[in-house]
C-alpha cells in the first residue's frame, strides 16, 4: 500500500512563516502530480498548489506570492513554504499524490491522500 505522511503543521502568528512536508511511502513505482489542499471549518476542500513531475505549478490567487510549493523526488516528498501567513490560512492542510504502485507486472495508479495537518494562524 501507499501511506502519506504530512508534517511541520502548527500554531504561528500573522505574517510569519511555515513549512509544511509530506512523504510518500510504501510500495511506489512512481509519483506524478503532488499537491496541497485546505479544508477550514465550514467551508470546502479547496487546491492550494499542484506541481507536476517535471516542476510545474499553479498557485490559488489567494496564496500566490506568499506560498511555493516544491517537491524532492528522490525522496518522494513534496513541501509547502507558506509566508506571511494569514488568519485566513488557518485550516487543516492535506497532500495529494498521483501514484503509480507495481504489484508483481500489474501497475496501479491511483489518488493517495495525507491524514491532514492543523495550520492555526493567530496572534
Known amino acids: 500500500q501507499v501511506q502519506l505522511v504530512e508534517s511541520g503543521g502548527g500554531l504561528v502568528q500573522p505574517g510569519g512563516p511555515l513549512r509544511l512536508s509530506c512523504a510518500a511511502s510504501?510500495?511506489?513505482?512512481?509519483?506524478?502530480?503532488m499537491a496541497w489542499y485546505r479544508q477550514a471549518p465550514g467551508k470546502q476542500r479547496e487546491l492550494v498548489a499542484g506541481?507536476?513531475?517535471?516542476?510545474?505549478?499553479n498557485y490559488a490567487d489567494s496564496v500566490k506570492g506568499r506560498f511555493t510549493i516544491s517537491r524532492d523526488n528522490a525522496k518522494n516528498t513534496v513541501y509547502l513554504q507558506m509566508n506571511t501567513l494569514k488568519p485566513e490560512d488557518t485550516a487543516v492542510y492535506y497532500c495529494?499524490?498521483?501514484?503509480?504502485?507495481?504489484?508483481?507486472?500489474?501497475?496501479?495508479?491511483?489518488?493517495?491522500w495525507g491524514q491532514g495537518t492543523q495550520v492555526t494562524v493567530s496572534s
Open positions: 495529494n499524490a498521483e501514484v503509480t504502485r507495481s504489484s508483481g507486472s500489474h501497475y496501479y495508479t491511483n489518488h493517495y
Open positions: 510504501g510500495s511506489i513505482f512512481s509519483i506524478g502530480d
Open positions: 506541481i507536476a513531475i517535471g516542476g510545474t505549478t
